[in-house]
């Protein structure tokens, strides 16, 4: 039995390796655009952006929620069921999806809209990422999530940057063909996904609830899906209204370049993605089978390992800026304190990775209910704090930022004390307090070595001291114990 523990705790940690390493290559591309490729046409990366937008706020709707379903409802689920949960989902999203081509073209027929278009490939990419997130849980299941993964990840960037690279060398004007070419890619990837999944497992199409529903029932299932699509809305509200809010207020190239220092502050939380994404099967197993012991265990070692990581690239990230920067310095100079803005967005994502997976401990369990009231709470007080920032102060984007992140704060505290009095677990030893602590005194020490001389030299200086610090911090504080308790994956 532990041979067998070992081997399934290596699969996951390899598993862990090509998922962290498909979020560096894709963070790499989005770093190589922002640098060099966005800056050639910002309208175009405007339009991009929202048609996005509408995509992403778009896909939860369209399948309902299923993806997360799919990893809830998995433990209590026979193959056979799996099968038919699976190749329903793949209807659903088609059907979803139809219907909204059908209301917007009947819509746009007696009130022509002038986004219709947008708005269609809008929906087209809604479609793309509702089945990509349910065959990249049918993929996590499988444990078959490296392909997946870098399709997800990598294909729509690389898309992006050949489109740019068209649109400087033909001069075009009309962005239809590129935009919709974009769009294409997320069906194109979904479909690519399916073909890969379809050599380990078929879906089963029914209709027929005969043994479907014996550990669970059909109420639970819509009830909970319907928790899961309320919380991704939410979601969407209070991490991507910002989008909406800023050309309210000011420009489109503000908004523009503020999602550009947006994704710079995203790569903070790279590491993280895959700890939590590979453990959502054993959080929901854990929490089905009641063992909060176990489930304290990696609840504290995944959010220590993910803060190690995590703010090990917040420094790096801090440290690079003057070199981002120096590329386009006339475009980011019309926002005035980009790296700020960048540092104070990496802080509130750094908050939000330290407190660990509490939202999927709340999403996996009966209080998925309460995920609603704590999204709802962000976006309340990220709208409200937002539009007072650009209304009635001088702070512009600045604190815009500020609101993101005392937002972001404010939304973790909540549920980390609500996961301490439901569940009495903690994600917090004192190995970890120290490790927050030498991070501060890291930051302080790098953000009081000036940039003189040479922009690139005093970056190799302060990378050669963070890494100096970080490996003495994995050294005593990540390696230092040398019994551990192994954590068994359901």
Not at 371 to 380: E, G, H, P, T
Request: include cysteine; aromatic fraction near 20%.
């Amino acid at each position: 039995m532990k041979n067998k523990d070992s081997f399934f705790s290596f699969r996951n940690r390899g598993q862990i390796f090509w998922y962290n390493l498909a979020n560096v290559f894709s963070y790499l591309l989005i770093l190589f655009s922002i640098v060099f490729v966005f800056p050639i046409d910002i309208q175009f990366f405007g339009e991009i952006r929202y048609i996005e937008s509408i995509g992403h706020f778009l896909f939860p709707i369209l399948s309902f929620g299923l993806a997360q379903a799919f990893v809830n409802f998995t433990p209590l689920l026979e193959s056979y069921h799996i099968k038919t949960f699976f190749g329903n989902s793949i209807i659903m999203v088609m059907l979803t999806g139809l219907f909204s081509f059908l209301v917007l073209v009947a819509i746009n027929y007696e009130f022509p809209l002038p986004d219709f278009f947008l708005l269609c490939m809008g929906i087209l990419i809604g479609i793309g990422l509702a089945y990509i997130e349910i065959f990249k849980s049918k993929a996590l299941f499988l444990k078959k999530v490296t392909l997946p993964v870098y399709l997800e990840k990598l294909v729509p960037k690389l898309v992006l940057i050949i489109l740019f690279y068209i649109l400087f060398s033909s001069k075009v004007d009309n962005y239809f063909y590129l935009l919709l070419s974009y769009a294409f890619v997320f069906i194109v990837i979904s479909v690519v996904m399916l073909l890969y999944i379809l050599k380990f497992t078929r879906p089963r199409f029914s209709v027929s609830e005969l043994y479907f529903f014996e550990n669970f029932s059909k109420s639970q299932l819509i009830k909970y899906s319907s928790y899961s699509l309320v919380a991704s809305i939410g979601s969407y509200l209070a991490f991507r209204i910002d989008g909406f809010l800023i050309p309210q207020f000011l420009t489109m190239q503000h908004n523009g370049v503020f999602s550009m220092a947006a994704l710079l502050a995203s790569a903070v939380a790279i590491p993280s993605t895959g700890i939590t994404a590979l453990n959502l099967n054993s959080i929901s197993a854990l929490i089905y089978h009641s063992d909060t012991a176990k489930l304290g265990d990696l609840y504290i070692k995944s959010a220590k390992d993910a803060f190690f990581y995590c703010s090990f690239v917040f420094i790096l990230v801090w440290i690079s800026l003057p070199l981002v920067t120096s590329f386009h310095s006339v475009l980011y100079s019309q926002m005035e304190q980009f790296e700020t803005i960048v540092a104070i967005l990496g802080i509130g994502i750094l908050v939000n990775i330290s407190t660990g997976f509490n939202t999927e401990i709340i999403t996996y369990s009966k209080y998925i209910r309460y995920n609603i009231f704590f999204i709802l709470l962000l976006s309340a007080v990220n709208i409200a704090a937002t539009i007072w920032f650009l209304k009635f102060t001088q702070w512009a984007l600045i604190g815009v930022a500020i609101s993101m992140s005392l937002s972001l704060i404010l939304y973790n505290l909540s549920k980390l004390i609500f996961i301490k009095l439901k569940f009495n677990i903690w994600p917090f030893d004192m190995r970890y307090f120290i490790m927050i602590l030498c991070f501060i005194c890291i930051s302080t020490i790098l953000f009081f070595i000036p940039y003189i001389y040479s922009n690139v030299f005093i970056f190799f200086i302060k990378l050669a001291l963070a890494l100096i610090f970080y490996y003495l911090i994995k050294l005593y504080l990540i390696d230092g114990r040398k019994v551990r308790k192994e954590i068994e994956y359901y």
